[in-house]
């Protein structure tokens, strides 16, 4: 099981940007996957995820009506589009794969919403 996100950089408060992560040794469309994300000094959070039946997304309150998670079966690849982005949405951002009770992660993206 591999994740490798993409999608990460600087922008403006207000902004947008939409990560990739592409996977590979599982469907996506199988198993739980989802993003999470590590702000300096803090614990990792959970922002977003996708099921594996019925396509139901689910969001943290702090990102709900900004940012939307969705997959490309046919790519093997979830994305999160992030919208009116804030400096508090500040972090790195992980990919995440719920296979059989095992968490797997793919390497981090930063994720800087500055002026």
């Known amino acids: 099981v591999q994740l490798q996100a993409f999608g990460g950089g600087v922008v403006q408060p207000g902004g947008s940007l939409t990560l990739s992560c592409e996977a590979s040794?599982?469907?996506?469309?199988?198993?739980?996957t989802g993003w999470f994300r590590q702000a300096p000094g803090k614990e990792r959070e959970g922002v977003s995820c996708?099921?594996?039946?019925?396509?139901?997304?689910h969001h943290r309150d702090s990102v709900k009506g900004r940012f939307a998670i969705s997959r490309d079966n046919r790519k093997n690849t979830v994305y999160l589009q992030m919208n009116s982005l804030k400096p508090e949405d500040t972090a790195v951002y992980y990919c995440?794969?719920?296979?059989?009770?095992?968490?797997?992660w793919g390497k981090g993206t930063q994720v800087t919403v500055s002026s």
């Open positions: 995440n794969a719920l296979i059989q009770g095992v968490n797997y």
């Open positions: 040794g599982f469907n996506v469309d199988y198993y739980v």
């Open positions: 996708i099921s594996n039946s019925e396509d139901s997304t």
